[in-house]
């Protein structure tokens, strides 16, 4: 069965960083495309990024420059660094396996003064 687990997220000031991790389990973590995703409240979920199995990495226009993606294929996780937040990144973060159904619970990141 597959599952993800998101971690790491909290209250940050603006300009502050935080770094999200995601475990996953119940597939072939180190053939998966990953992806993370995030949802504020009233708002549809949106993608955010993706962690190629090789390591590329793809980003929304409006997190680029600011997050790092990244994997390791040996603890089954996957990481999104965030850095230089802004009250907008507020949301609930979530990974995913590219083509999956299943979704973690998330994790909250409140960007707030």
């Known amino acids: 069965q597959v599952h993800f687990v998101e971690s790491g997220g909290g209250l940050v000031q603006p300009g502050g960083s935080l770094r999200l991790s995601c475990a996953g389990s119940?597939?072939?973590?180190?053939?998966?495309?990953m992806t993370w995703h995030r949802q504020a409240p009233g708002k549809a979920r949106e993608w955010v990024a993706t962690?190629?199995?090789?390591?590329?990495?793809f980003y929304l226009d409006a997190v680029q420059g600011r997050f790092t993606g990244s994997r390791d294929n040996a603890k089954n996780t996957t990481y999104l660094q965030m850095n230089n937040l802004k009250p907008e990144d507020s949301a609930m973060y979530y990974c995913?396996?590219?083509?999956?159904?299943?979704w973690g619970q998330g994790t909250q990141v409140t960007v707030s003064s």
């Open positions: 962690v190629a199995p090789g390591g590329a990495t």
């Open positions: 995913q396996e590219f083509g999956s159904t299943t």
């Open positions: 119940g597939f072939s973590f180190s053939d998966a495309i």
